[in-house]
């Protein structure tokens, strides 16, 4: 299983979803859905339609910045975070 | 039971809600909701008591919020409201509308989108974004954004929206098919033989007179306009004010002669209020004649605007007028407007201002 950390600004859109989570995923986008499925709407948040990682989205998988398409590993650590933004 | 009068507020960091009776004189404020995004438009639907929050967040892109609860929880959908693969995926939600179950959004880049699950989820009216002119279109200053929605109270098919800077559009069979509407209105930005163009107007605010759906106004960035034939044509109704140059219009709620703009000093002058002193400008005769509502309204060392969707009337009797500014104050009249007050400052920049009268 992956584990998933999400940033806490997103956890406050989707009340109940935890800081870490564990997915059954080969690739990025494959634990992206497997989020969406436990909480509808997730991978609209984390994705555009284009699709691809939102701009100020940053994923990474074992230390490295990842993309949709990054394969994981059973053992994987995936972390999203919220990139600088704003103003 | 007791009637609650709501004004709605969207800002760059949040949605508000301020309070009243419809006595109008003490006000609360309530917020910030939608997790402090930036919120173009919140709306009510008074046919459901429902709120619709339009915005989008740099990290998590465009929702359209709901709360059906009057403001104490939100909920936030997205199902639906998406260009095809490939394309320029959606920023923002600009503008809502209800309609007889629907509820309409327009978006940034430019297109429209239906609901007909209360903002579930959303498909997308694609004839705009098919439309042959659409190449041609270019973006205003905020984006290519569609920023007014305004459906024909008695015929749902109907409807008419202003994009940033393609114009006027109108559409007869409910947004499948679309015509540009902007014959009479100026485009000063184009060459001097090219000034009024079938399309390519950079409107900035368009809506309709009550009871009167082939009256409709319209703030542009290049003169105020009102037509009296569903937007196929438009007389300038500019002369008698301090300049033709604003954001906003308002409508009277029973009066369709009655309309409320907010002139600014120019587009290339600071876009504040005109000499420093703010000032709402009133018709009662559908824009021959224009008298300046200034009692209550600072007048001294004013530089502040007011947005595109930053003005708004209510239903009551005597209508109130409301209006939201850039530097996140809120006036009020109570008497059609007569008499001003602040009844909020130091929020964010005010982005939109709608109200909803409701029993609860």
Redesign the interface.
């Known amino acids: 299983m992956v584990a998933v950390t999400l940033p806490g600004a997103l956890q406050r859109l989707f009340p109940g979803a935890p800081r870490r989570v564990e997915v059954a995923a080969a690739t990025v986008a494959e634990a992206i859905d497997g989020l969406d499925a436990r909480w509808p709407g997730m991978r609209d948040r984390i994705c555009d339609s284009t699709p691809a990682i939102r701009r100020h989205i940053n994923v990474f998988v074992d230390g490295e910045r990842a993309a949709l398409d990054t394969p994981l590993r059973p053992a994987s650590a995936l972390i999203v975070l919220t990139a600088i933004s704003g103003g | 039971m007791a009637t609650r009068v709501l004004v709605l507020l969207g800002t760059k960091k949040g949605a508000f809600i301020l309070e009243t009776d419809p006595d109008r004189r003490s006000w609360e404020l309530r917020g910030p909701y939608c997790?402090t995004w930036p919120m173009n438009h919140v709306i009510g639907d008074p046919a459901t008591g429902a709120i619709y929050g339009a915005g989008g967040n740099?990290?998590?892109?465009p929702?359209v919020w709901r709360s059906t609860d009057l403001g104490a929880t939100w909920s936030?959908?997205?199902?639906g409201?998406?260009?095809?693969?490939?394309?320029e995926?959606?920023k923002s939600v600009w503008s809502l509308a209800p309609g007889k179950g629907a509820l309409y959004a327009g978006v940034q880049p430019a297109g429209l989108f239906r609901s007909d699950d209360a903002g579930e989820t959303w498909r997308h009216l694609s004839g705009l974004r098919d439309h042959p002119t659409r190449p041609e279109w270019q973006a205003g200053g905020a984006g290519l954004i569609l920023h007014s929605l305004v459906r024909d109270p008695g015929d749902d098919r109907k409807l008419w929206v202003a994009i940033s800077a393609a114009g006027v559009f109108h559409s007869a069979d409910g947004g499948e098919t679309w015509e540009p509407r902007n014959r009479g209105t100026r485009a000063d930005f184009n060459p001097e033989d090219q000034r009024y163009p079938e399309f390519g107007q950079c409107v900035h605010c368009l809506v309709m007179a009550p009871g009167m759906p082939d009256r409709l106004y319209q703030q542009n960035h290049c003169g105020m306009y009102r037509s009296d034939d569903g937007a196929r044509t438009w007389q300038s109704i500019e002369a008698g004010l301090p300049s033709s140059f604003g954001f906003p219009a308002a409508a009277h709620p029973r009066d369709p002669g009655t309309l409320y703009l907010l002139p600014l000093n120019g587009d290339s002058a600071g876009r504040y209020v005109p000499d420093g002193k703010a000032a709402v400008w009133r018709t009662r005769d559908g824009g021959a004649t224009w008298q300046d509502q200034r009692d209550g309204l600072p007048q001294k060392n004013v530089f502040f605007g007011v947005l595109r969707q930053a003005m708004a009337t209510d239903p009551l009797d005597k209508a109130g007028v409301y209006f939201g500014t850039s530097t996140g104050a809120v006036y009020a009249s109570r008497d059609e407007g007569d008499s001003w007050q602040c009844v909020a400052e130091h929020l964010p920049t005010v982005l939109s201002v709608e109200t909803m009268v409701v029993e609860a």
């Not at chain 2, 740099?58 to 892109?61: A, H, K, N, S, Y």
């Not at chain 2, 936030?76 to 199902?79: G, K, Q």
Request: aromatic share 16%; proline share 5%.
């Open positions: 997790e740099e990290w998590f892109g929702a936030h959908s997205s199902a409201l998406a260009y095809a693969a490939g394309e995926p959606i």
